[in-house]
DNA sequence: ACCATTCTGAAACGTTTATTTCAGAAAAAA
DNA sequence: TTTTTTCTGAAATAAACGTTTCAGAATGGT
């Protein structure tokens, strides 16, 4: 009984993400949030909370986003090799093309050290990708694709800390070409030898 | 003629780089600058000007100190290889000691895409950074402490982006024995294989 | 149609923000 | 000592901040 919600939660809270990831949590005033959201003050504190509860709304909003596209893309390629390589080329697309950083690193250094709540999140999320990464590396080491030699759990760790140092050359340097090279870089040293 | 300054410029503006440090840019206000300086507001926007170029004194100075660490680190070593070594794990122990982040890394993360002067004055000292732990790689190289075989910019740039690598995870998950360990891994990469 | 409930819009709340102002204290130069 | 310049301290400014309030519109259930 009583009225409905206007407005489609989820896809509000996107839109709000789109702000946060823009400008980072302290540089994004509640009135930033209200124009992007395009509903009333009082609707979004009603329907989810204060600043900072629609923080951790996004933050995960934003990884189940990431995870879920990171599994897709593994869905739609032939080998577990495959998947890898399209996975890290893409990421360094992406670097080049959103004038964005990553909210989840950005959110790291930014805010994951004074607020346990997020911190939480992207440490659990940090550790489900890594898990996904380890997985699909250690199909392609047992499907032959790749070596045996390396250790697919430190493999993944590596990746993963390579997305975050290129983003950091891109908004340094903002030379595509330099993270291309490193993007390649990467998928040789993964390829099997020879 | 007139009256002296009270206060010592650079001293104070090395307070002020701990509460940026600390709490980041956005999250920083006046007023902690001011208790954390001990000076007048009217001396500090007299002398250094607004929040914003105090902060970019304050990067400044983080970079300077930074920089001249390092070299002071490897100019007490007996070799390349030495100095590589010992940056290699004062870092890592930095990291795990160290509650604040890196300024130079929270920086480019929440304010270098926005602020032009920020990123120009990090993107420089990074470069300069990497000139040097190229120029030490090399020399270890030329040494016949570790082996040509690799490229001596794409390892210090390896290096480099590794350090970042070791503090998002610390500060997700708070493992120093996990940061050791990679640190480690790293420093036995480098070394002469056997 | 009616009631109960819930959402909406705009205004108001008290703080905090970054920055400016200015009278007067301090000290270098004459 | 006088003059002149500069710094200092506290108060004031206006705008922006996150959050709350509340009358009234809207819509579900009965």
Redesign the interface.
Known sequence: MGRNLEFDKEETVKKAMNVFWE??Y??TSMQDLVDAMQINRSSLYNTIGDKQQLFHECVSSYIDQVMEEARQKAANEKSPLQALIRIISDKADWIIES?K?CLG??T???V???DETV?NM??QS?DVYLKFMTDLIQSAMDAGEIEHSEDAG?MA?YI???F??WK??Y???GNPIKVKK?AD?LIKSIMPKG
Do not use: H, P, W, Y
């Open positions: 400008k980072g302290n540089a004038d950083g690193v950005k790291i250094f930014e994951a050290q004074n911190r992207l440490c940090n430190m760790e993963m800390i390579s975050t140092g950091q050359s908004i340094l340097q490193m870089f």
